[in-house]
């Protein structure tokens, strides 16, 4: 059960302290528009970050990752209900698993993109693989990775094995919610769920393939139920959606179908969902300031990977800016 509101209100008023430092859109503006790569990076030390001027992508990835797994050691020595961090590690266990079963099939070392960011040190789910003994992991987790496995193994297809993973991931999460008993994080699973399977119906039909491939990808966990999502078509997409908050993404999506382009549709999708964390700011303490603070984080991370390694690759700022999703602060 989550513990009494009041269990939260230091932890609250310490992230509300820190939001005012978060990388808004005025400052990623700013980033956006500084001459060189180099300035650009320094800019990002008024929030927090080292200094990244002289570094390469690579080492621009690791920072990052090492910066929200300090995060996640941080808040977890804090907050009283640890699933609140565990509901944001679990996504880096299911990235970690795809990487080491991708890696193991081809004989590759792919360390260099694990996360450290999990539930489960990178190494000891290595070592569970190549042993194929997963009685350390968690429960699920391991069922989920000796499953997929088992279908790399039998199958030769990674996308399948992608798509067993994906399917325990969203159930992890929504169990991991329950556990919580918080109707806030409930909901932020449900809406990522539904992202996520609106994403996959729109690829899905765009791609011209099957009801049998669709059925496959979708995950379990969202407001909308995968065989509704089946039966609803390129036709149905925009109403199934239209009185949830994906209705404007289903609306893109409907056009994307038709060959209309996919980035504004995928944007609408992230911003849908940052768009139901923002109702966090009307709470005064509690769990949804600590929730909608790590997910902003995750939003801050991956707006920074997209600027520095987009300005570092030559990328023109116009086409980093229309990339870039909503941001708490």
């Not at 920072?63 to 941080?74: F, I, M, S, T």
């Not at 590759?108 to 569970?128: H, N, Q």
């Not at 993973?165 to 932020?188: H, T």
């Not at 011209?208 to 039966?231: F, H, M, T, W």
């Amino acid at each position: 059960m989550a513990k009494k509101k009041e269990a939260y209100l230091f932890l609250s008023a310490m992230l509300r302290a820190r939001e005012p430092g978060m990388l808004s859109r005025e400052k990623a503006e700013r980033m956006l528009d500084a001459p060189s790569f180099e300035e650009c990076a320094k800019l990002l030390t008024d929030c927090g970050y080292e200094d990244m001027s002289q570094k390469k992508a690579g080492e621009i990835e690791q920072l990052l990752a090492e910066r929200r797994a300090a995060l996640g050691r941080e808040l977890e020595s804090m907050v009283p209900e640890k699933a609140l961090v565990d509901f944001f590690r679990v996504k880096y266990d299911y990235h970690n698993a795809k990487v080491i079963l991708k890696a193991e099939a081809q004989n590759l070392d792919e360390s260099a993109l694990l996360s450290p960011s999990g539930r489960v040190k990178p190494e000891a789910l290595l070592e569970a693989v190549r042993e194929d003994d997963f009685r350390e992991l968690p429960k699920a987790f391991a069922a989920a990775v000796a499953e997929a496995k088992s279908i790399l193994a039998r199958t030769a297809n990674p996308q399948l094995a992608d798509f067993s993973l994906d399917k325990a991931y969203f159930g992890e999460l929504k169990e991991i919610a329950d556990a919580a008993d918080s109707k806030f994080l409930r909901g932020y699973a449900a809406i990522l769920a539904d992202s996520t399977n609106l994403r996959s119906a729109v690829r899905t039909l765009r791609m011209g393939k099957d009801s049998g491939y669709l059925q496959e990808a979708l995950v379990p966990g969202g407001s909308i139920e995968p065989r509704r999502l089946i039966a609803a078509g390129a036709e149905g997409l925009a109403a199934l959606f239209e009185s949830t908050r994906l209705s404007e993404a289903a609306a893109l999506g409907a056009e994307a179908v038709k060959g209309g382009p996919l980035t504004k549709f995928e944007l609408a999708c992230d911003n849908a969902v940052n768009a139901y964390l923002a109702q966090a700011k009307l709470v005064g303490y509690g769990e949804e300031p600590v929730i909608a603070y790590q997910a902003a984080v995750e939003n801050e991370l991956t707006a920074v990977r997209m600027i520095l390694t987009g300005r570092l690759a030559g990328i023109t700022p116009q086409v980093i800016r229309e990339r870039l999703r909503d941001l708490y602060a």
